[in-house]
């Protein structure tokens, strides 16, 4: 006699890699908005997304020429003329992608930072997107995409070309991928995962990090099989493949990257975090007001059950949280996974405000969501009149801000000290500078006041050498006493740099001066100057 049997379910989660879904959405639905398990049947993504997103990109556009070039722009753009397959510093995507926009536009600060600009609404989308894979509806999509397109990360970092608006959007686009591998078990979606992996580690190292993370929570969480596939060989594959170049660069040139990371958790950057930093700063990341969302997207990965098939992608955040307190990184290193919790965190938002008393709590929604668009586009956009810049305190709370006023008039000063040199030193001048920065002003604005090239010790420039042996007299721009009296028989001061602006940026006040009598060749004594971070 013919009997039937009804299969036994399987626990949400726990499919067979590859294995279709098994769980019907229409009756999975849980408390927070998520799923039981993958659910091929997702909400439609919300045009409101995607209008948020071009709202996002085109404000970035707009405020992209409104004061200058950062220290890493002009760094970017002089790398770019010394491509290689690696820099001291970074992967050669940046400096690539520097000298491209700077061919099609010499000089344009809007076409220089256009990729930067879509690549914020780029992420605004993709934030709503992961909320859809987590089975979220349109205005937990919504409250995401807004909450991700006003956050001070993600304004700080596309306002300008610099490896961390790369390493963002691509981020954020391989962990999507890793969601959707969880969610469907597709074990093809391993080649996406794998591309968007080697792209990214052309512009930052830090996405192995990222990947490792998951990684590392796959194979202890109970998803091991998941990387027991050919499919994820291949993207490894991929991964090592087009990475090797730039790791044969670092091991060629004694792993400088590594003396960089040591500078960095020393506090040698400009934006380096204390350790005891990097998890408080994480609250202002996003918004100190719409912080909540993130927070509460972390507690759904790793504590929601109808999320547990997510629950790698909350692991994996706080396994970088430890890696980078260990290793002194700086916050927004960390931060690259916040879009994620955004979007984790949305629906639970929406469902919290649907109950109890609905009016003050969507009023609380409100009026942080005023109180988080404009003070965070005043710190991180150049939308304050220069002119103003030092009677706030912008600059104090965003160290990058400062970095982009005053070249164009610290390089006029620069060229005022040659023109007043006797010309038979003019005929000999080089110019000697303290850090790329200043270099990379240098050589952006001096050929139009027929200034030579400058050179400098710090990271990629160091590599590319000292100054001619022709060169007897250098006009030095910061640097310590002490090493210039090693260097040269003879220095005097003549000025101190000036953005006319009052803005205690990096260069306010730096000393100019004058120096002679070079003590020994460039060959014995360049190596000493090199600096690394």
Not at 443 to 456: K, M
Request: overall charge positive; some cysteine.
């Amino acid at each position: 006699m013919a009997t039937s049997a009804t299969p036994r379910a399987r626990l949400p989660g726990t499919e067979r890699p590859g294995a279709p879904p098994t769980t019907d959405p229409a009756n999975s639905a849980d408390g927070d908005g998520g799923t039981a398990g993958p659910d091929p049947r997702l909400p439609r993504l919300s045009g409101w997304v995607v209008v948020t997103a071009a709202v996002v990109s085109a404000v970035l556009v707009a405020t992209a020429d409104r004061y200058g070039y950062h220290r890493d722009e002009l760094y970017f753009l002089e790398a770019g003329r010394h491509l290689a397959w690696g820099y001291p510093d970074m992967p050669p995507l940046v400096p690539a992608l520097a000298r491209v926009l700077s061919a099609i536009a010499p000089g344009s600060l809007v076409v220089l930072r256009l990729p930067s600009a879509l690549a914020g609404g780029v992420v605004v989308v993709m934030t709503g997107v992961v909320v859809r894979e987590l089975g979220g509806g349109r205005p937990a999509q919504l409250l995401a995409a807004v909450t991700t397109g006003t956050s001070a990360l993600l304004l700080g970092s596309e306002h300008y070309l610099n490896t961390s608006s790369v390493d963002l959007v691509l981020t954020t686009v391989v962990l999507w991928l890793f969601t959707r591998l969880l969610r469907t078990g597709d074990l093809r979606l391993w080649i996406p995962i794998g591309i968007a992996t080697a792209v990214a580690l052309q512009a930052s190292d830090l996405t192995a990090f990222v990947v490792a993370a998951v990684v590392v929570a796959l194979a202890t969480g109970g998803r091991h099989r998941l990387l027991l596939s050919p499919w994820a060989l291949v993207a490894a594959v991929i991964v090592v493949v087009t990475w090797a170049p730039y790791l044969a660069w670092q091991a060629d040139h004694g792993w400088p990257e590594l003396a960089v990371a040591s500078a960095i958790a020393r506090g040698g950057s400009g934006t380096s975090t204390s350790r005891w930093l990097l998890l408080p700063s994480q609250l202002v990341l996003v918004s100190p007001y719409l912080a909540p969302v993130w927070i509460a997207g972390l507690v759904r990965l790793l504590g929601s059950p109808r999320l547990r098939w997510c629950r790698p992608i909350g692991v994996a955040y706080l396994l970088l949280a430890v890696v980078y307190l260990v290793t002194g990184g700086k916050s927004y290193y960390l931060g690259v996974v916040l879009p994620v919790l955004v979007a984790a965190g949305a629906q639970p938002v929406v469902g919290w405000l649907g109950r109890g008393r609905r009016g003050p709590r969507k009023a609380l929604l409100v009026i942080a969501l005023a109180l988080t668009l404009p003070s965070t586009a005043l710190v991180m956009l150049p939308v304050l009149p220069v002119a103003t810049l030092h009677d706030t305190p912008v600059v104090t709370l965003n160290y990058d801000e400062g970095e982009t006023v005053g070249w164009p008039t610290y390089v006029d000063q620069i060229a005022h000290v040659v023109r007043r040199l006797p010309p038979e030193q003019r005929r000999s001048v080089a110019i000697l500078t303290d850090n790329y920065g200043e270099a990379g002003a240098v050589d952006r604005f001096g050929p139009g006041l027929g200034l030579p090239a400058s050179y400098s010790g710090q990271d990629g420039y160091w590599y590319w050498g000292p100054p001619p042996a022709r060169a007897t007299t250098f006009v030095v721009v910061g640097m310590r006493e002490s090493t210039l009296d090693r260097l040269f028989s003879t220095c005097r001061g003549v000025g101190r740099l000036d953005n006319g602006l009052g803005v205690e940026d990096q260069e306010q006040g730096v000393p100019l001066r004058v120096c002679t009598g070079l003590r020994s060749p460039w060959a014995r004594t360049w190596k000493g100057l090199r600096v690394l971070g």
